[in-house]
């Protein structure tokens, strides 16, 4: 199916982008369009301009302090795969988008996009739930930083206000953490099914901090942050999985649709929740 009609507008500063979508109500920034040009073609929207975010070399980039990682929006998945820094600050990050899509998606889709969308099955917005990412907005007027948990309001809704732009992502280093990115998926290269960031630091085998963020189990990711406040300071044991394992899928109420029953998706999560426990316990 072809698009509808639109005006293309190429922008190559983040002020000129900003400056436009403010002054147009019917404009959309495009990065990589691996989710953009579908919904043009399905029709679910039909903007009058599209701005090309791509000529804005300023947005894609990856550096690393001694507590985090910063990422421009327009930094590719296939980047984040060859970053050193990712691998070891942010080795959760890595996991996941190794497992986006395909190599395809993969060489055009941008962590600001995925963001952006705000799909409640994507990888990305997981990941940064899990960790509590700072997402940047910057507008004519300024940038303003959004913690993750507050960011993702619903499916494909975020607190992206009208004529700002994600510029960048901040994400924490994991020092000292186990990190498992776990997804089920019904073809390869599926958007999940279910799928959990996970994070994890032992004191022994007691618990010092833990996170448990979930894609696929409800209308934006789901992080399990009572369960989480529970266990620690705990011994890690089976009878402490099995607890965790029917909080967290008591906490939900996954939707049904054609990829998967509620039923079936509540049992995927316990089930990746329980392996992932168990892998760490050895
Ligand atoms: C075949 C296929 C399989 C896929 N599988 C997966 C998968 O397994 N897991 C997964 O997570 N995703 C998957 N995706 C989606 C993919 O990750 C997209 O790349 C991503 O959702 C959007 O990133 P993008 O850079 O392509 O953004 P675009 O498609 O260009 O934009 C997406 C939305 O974000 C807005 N936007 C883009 N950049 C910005 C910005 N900087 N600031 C504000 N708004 C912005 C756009 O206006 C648009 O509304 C798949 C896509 C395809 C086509």
Avoid: C
Avoid at 23 to 52: F, T
Avoid at 170 to 197: H, I, M, W
């Amino acid at each position: 199916m072809y698009p509808p009609d639109f005006s293309y507008v190429r922008v190559t500063t983040v002020e000129e982008a900003t400056k436009f979508l403010e002054s147009h109500d019917d404009a959309r920034p495009i990065a990589g369009g691996q989710s953009l040009i579908p919904m043009l073609k399905l029709r679910v929207i039909s903007p009058s301009y599209i701005v090309d975010l791509n000529p804005i070399n300023t947005l894609s980039y990856i550096s690393s302090s001694y507590s985090s990682t910063r990422i421009g929006a327009l930094t590719r998945y296939y980047e984040i795969l060859k970053s050193d820094l990712v691998k070891i600050n942010v080795p959760l990050l890595y996991q996941a988008v190794k497992v986006v899509g395909d190599m395809q998606v993969r060489n055009l889709g941008t962590i600001g996009g995925s963001t952006a969308n705000a799909d409640p099955s994507a990888d990305i917005p997981t990941v940064l739930t899990a960790l509590n990412a700072d997402i940047i907005l910057t507008s004519s007027s300024g940038s303003r930083s959004v913690k993750a948990l507050d960011f993702f309001k619903g499916a494909f809704t975020t607190d992206i206000k009208k004529g700002e732009i994600i510029s960048e992502i901040v994400l924490p280093n994991l020092e000292g953490y186990r990190t498992f990115y776990k997804k089920v998926v019904r073809r390869a290269g599926d958007f999940a099914l279910v799928s959990l960031a996970f994070a994890i630091k032992l004191r022994g085998n007691e618990i010092e901090d833990i996170r448990l963020a979930y894609g696929g189990v409800g209308d934006k990711p789901f992080r399990a942050l009572e369960v989480e406040k529970n266990v620690i300071g705990r011994r890690l044991n089976n009878e402490l999985v099995e607890e965790i394992v029917s909080k967290v899928s008591n906490q939900v109420n996954p939707p049904s649709d054609t990829r998967g029953s509620s039923w079936y998706r509540r049992e995927v999560m316990k089930i990746i929740t329980r392996n992932t426990l168990k892998e760490v316990m050895g």
